[in-house]
């Protein structure tokens, strides 16, 4: 498809509104369509998921092709080639789609996306239990930067997939896919209420651990220290050396709450070495999430 050669050059066009008001929950719902902002976002979706891209917008600049620049123009060639609608905008129609664009936007199909995140993740279920892959789990986590930023931690560690359990922050949150770099388009990334997360670990079969400072009354948290020990194991075969495992995470402010604690496998905590109480969410899951992966993939190479 190539370009479109009439450059949209009025900010307060109907088409242009359309756009800039899919930062609003309430508008992506009711078009069906969300927002992707930047190269980097746009670049993965059109590299993984161009089927789900409807249109791209690219800011007009002073080069030579007539881009803002040489990877505004990269993006855009390869968009092309995938045969994606491509509108030429001025930085006034820019600036008022996104203020977070760096010369590049594009628009997604709400729907498809959502049917092909449910599918990956339905069809794949069975391969999750026999290839023993990681999922992270987040109960109510609310803060766009912080949902991105686990997504993308959960992507780079080798997770399978990503569930947004409970009363979440919207997955297409434009600062959600920002904070991603992409990772949204790399790994499924679902939702699920409480009992439906649960009654999937169970028909699966898989371990829930709960990564928490305090546990519960009944139960206290094992050392993360400990539970990498599991996988120097010579079977690898108790339970910290299964890596067919769910790890949850909780609210960044509340945790997890004592009636979710109580229906999981196991709980576990970061140890700290210095003053701090506590970890922040971003932070737990970076290191709770690559500190498994790293115990398994050397409990693999011996």
Known sequence: MPFNQHIID????????????????KARKKA???LIEGPQSVREIVQWMPEVVEDCY???????????????GDIAK????????????TGDVMHRMSTDSQGIVAVGDLQAMQHQMSNEFEDSSAIVTHRDK???????????????TVIRSADAAGCHAVIFVD????????????????????????TMSTEEFFAWSKEHNREIMAADVYGTQKVKPESLIDVV???????NSRKGGNSSQTILFGNEARGLPADVLERVQRIVSIPLYGKAESLNLA?????????????RDAAQRR
């Open 134 to 148: 990681t999922v992270a789990a987040f109960w109510q986590i609310r803060d766009p930067g912080n949902a991105g």
């Open 32 to 34: 069906g369509r969300f």
């Open 58 to 72: 690219v800011e007009m600049g002073e080069r030579q092709d007539g881009l803002l620049s040489s990877v505004v």
């Open 167 to 190: 009363d979440c922050v919207d997955r297409f949150n434009p600062k959600v896919i920002r904070s991603t770099a992409g990772s949204l388009f790399h790994l499924p990334v679902v």
């Open 229 to 235: 020990k599991e996988y120097q194991e010579p079977e």
């Open 10 to 25: 009025n900010p307060k066009s109907d088409r242009v509104r359309r756009v800039a008001e899919l930062e609003k929950n």
């Open 78 to 89: 390869k968009a092309d080639e995938c045969g994606l609608y491509i509108h030429q905008i």
């Open 283 to 295: 932070t737990s899951t970076s290191v709770m999430l690559f500190t498994l992966a790293m115990a």
